[in-house]
């Protein structure tokens, strides 16, 4: 229960949340590079 979890996080970019200890920064980055906030 953990990477799958990611997977779908990896998906659906989630609110600034500690995602089972990932932090949504590194997925967001992932997806669409973003400024830093």
């Known amino acids: ?3 799958r979890n990611e ?3 990896n998906l659906a970019p ?3 949340k500690g995602n089972e200890g ?3 920064n590194y997925v ?3 997806r ?6």
């Open 1 to 3: 229960m953990y990477g």
């Open 7 to 9: 997977f779908l996080q």
């Open 14 to 16: 989630k609110p600034e």
């Open 22 to 24: 990932v932090p949504t």
């Open 28 to 30: 967001s980055l992932q």
């Open 32 to 37: 669409v590079p973003k400024p830093a906030e």
